[in-house]
């Protein structure tokens, strides 16, 4: 069965570094996405993708985020400036289509900043 | 807006009985999904059901069932028979899936399921 993956599945850094978390969503699918979960707190919506540009993001999505699609099948989130407070799970889904009611979700990368 | 809110961060069942997790939403959409997630300490999302608004029968999935309540924007998670291995955090989750700007999923802040041996 065709599964989102991410990479990779634990990233330390410091403050103040970039870091590029990847996904590869599911092959056929056009709409993606990241949440993230704070150690002990609900999903958050990030940003979702769609045909090479954002088509929604979260007040979270601020201008230090910034996601791309740079080939077919990568679909990456990069922080540019990372705050403690970035430390946290980030999930990537996917889905066939806008109308589809379910997300795929990949494994996570849990984001360690010290 | 869509908000989801699960009223009990924490429950505990014992194996083999049964054990409902309660969860509101509110939304001013007339059609929209609603989902139970589970976690597991590896923290990867799983899903474990699913259930549109227009339809008014409830869905199941084994040993999981929901009592879905549109009126009362209520979207109840029961797990039957409960094992070990259900052992996890339970989101639930709405999605409306026909607003270009509003394509995301709402999370509530979940309930800790423990099954006791």
């Known amino acids: 069965e065709p599964e989102v993956t991410q990479t990779p599945s634990h990233q330390v850094t410091q403050m103040g570094q970039e870091v590029i978390l990847r996904c590869v969503p599911i092959?056929?699918?056009?709409?993606f996405y990241w949440y993230r979960q704070i150690l002990g707190q609900k999903v958050e919506f990030l940003v979702s993708f769609y045909n090479n540009e954002i088509s929604e993001k979260s007040e979270i999505f601020d201008d230090q985020f910034s996601v791309e699609r740079p080939d077919g099948s990568n679909f990456t989130l990069k922080i540019r400036s990372t705050k403690l407070e970035d430390s946290a799970m980030y999930f990537c889904?996917?889905?066939?289509?806008?109308?589809?009611?379910?997300?795929?979700f990949g494994p996570g990368t849990r984001l360690t900043v010290t | 807006a869509q908000t989801v809110t699960q009223s009990q961060p924490e429950m505990s069942v014992q194996e083999a009985e049964t054990v409902t997790l309660s969860c509101t939403y509110d939304?001013?959409?007339?059609?929209?999904?609603l989902f139970w997630y589970k976690q597991p300490p590896s923290r990867q999302m799983i899903l474990v059901i699913r259930?549109?608004?227009?339809?008014?029968q409830n869905a199941t999935e084994n040993r999981f069932s929901v009592n879905f309540q549109k009126a009362a924007k209520s979207f109840s998670l029961k797990i039957s028979d409960s094992q070990l291995g259900d052992t996890a955090m339970y989101f639930c989750a709405s999605k409306t899936p026909h607003s270009y700007n509003n394509n995301d999923m709402r999370f509530g802040a979940g309930t800790r399921l423990t099954v006791k041996p």
């Open positions: 889904a996917s889905t066939s289509d806008r109308i589809s009611y379910e997300q795929y």
């Open positions: 939304t001013s959409e007339n059609n929209y999904y």
């Open positions: 092959s056929n699918h056009l709409y």
């Open positions: 259930q549109e608004a227009y339809k008014q």
